[in-house]
């Protein structure tokens, strides 16, 4: 694969989980001479990116400006509502980031970088009851989300791929649950392992409490969710716009199996209790991608056993709890 020369990324929500990880896979995917600008609403400092440019994708005026400043060749969109609980405690924000900011960048790429491509990350979420098949959801199945933050990715989502009729640029990432060192406890994973390296700590008393673990999903290392994006920008010219991508591993995991997992790790003595508050049965027992399409169009694979992923959050939670 030739690299394609010049490539000017321009990169929303920097500030979160998912950033820092992709900055290194467009470092290592397509190449040190890549120009990465990163933006988030709030900017300043950041370790990864040394500075963060301010870009609030609500305000259309905004990015209208920095996409005619930028004139980017590739846009990644990842500004969002990331956790669940936030995404339903304030509904009317988060269409008003998810749709409504996607339409602005959408819309300013259109307006002023028309050669640019966008790289829309959604969500695996959009295919909500359809997982009740049982079987792996593959690009062709039916959106039916089932929560605030799944329907307005959905809405997103398919308002692009209307758009990319007036010749938008997109591509549609649709990445399944990913975590990785950095994630905050409003995900389960580092939730577990935080629990878990404040018992070691001395800070808790050994006991975690718990809900319903028999919910499966299907977990990737963030590292692998960054690749596909990355490979997304290398590969973007010889894709149809409006293609879609799921990311995902083809693996459901049980949460009470990732929860052992981590509890392996560690010398405390920890149990768990149930908590009758938080045992609600899942709405959607098992969640499985299907990735053939991003196997086959981006030459993308999972490289990271999620075993050593769940090690890393541990160790990574651990360090966290000690400089607390």
């Not at 992709?22 to 600008?37: F, S, W």
Request: aromatic letters at 4%; proline letters at 6%; hydrophobic letters at 45%.
């Amino acid at each position: 694969m030739v690299r394609e020369a010049g490539m000017r990324i321009l990169l929303t929500g920097a500030n979160g989980f998912v950033g820092p990880y992709v900055r290194d896979a467009l470092r290592g995917i397509c190449g040190d001479d890549v120009t990465i600008v990163a933006t988030s609403k709030d900017g300043g400092p950041h370790a990864a990116f040394g500075q963060v440019e301010e870009l609030d994708v609500t305000d259309a005026a905004a990015v209208h400006a920095a996409v005619a400043r930028h004139r980017p060749s590739h846009v990644i969109h990842l500004a969002a509502v990331a956790a669940l609980g936030a995404a339903q405690a304030d509904p009317r924000n988060t269409w008003r980031i998810h749709v409504g900011g996607a339409l602005n960048v959408a819309n300013a790429i259109l307006d002023k970088a028309p050669d640019c491509w966008l790289i829309h990350v959604g969500s695996g979420l959009v295919y909500g009851e359809s997982a009740k098949t049982g079987r792996p959801l593959d690009e062709g199945t039916l959106l039916a989300p089932i929560d605030d933050y799944a329907v307005t990715k959905a809405a997103a989502d398919l308002a692009l791929g209307a758009l990319s009729r007036q010749g938008l640029k997109c591509i549609r990432m649709r990445p399944f649950n990913h975590t990785g060192p950095g994630q905050t406890e409003a995900f389960a994973v580092p939730a577990f392992a935080m629990q878990i390296a404040r018992i070691e700590a001395g800070l808790a008393p050994p006991v975690i409490r718990v809900g319903n673990l028999d919910a499966r999903r299907d977990f990737l290392d963030a590292r692998d969710i960054a690749n596909a994006y990355a490979r997304a920008v290398l590969r973007s010219r010889d894709l149809a716009p409006n293609t879609i991508f799921n990311v995902a591993s083809g693996v459901s995991w049980r949460m009470g199996d990732i929860l052992d997992l981590l509890l392996a790790q560690s010398s405390a003595r920890i149990v768990t209790e149930q908590d009758p508050l938080r045992l609600r049965p899942s709405d959607l027992p098992r969640i499985v991608g299907d990735a053939t399409r991003a196997r086959t169009l981006l030459g993308w694979a999972p490289e990271h056993p999620f075993e050593d992923t769940l090690a890393a959050v541990l160790e990574d939670c651990r360090a966290r709890v000690a400089q607390a």
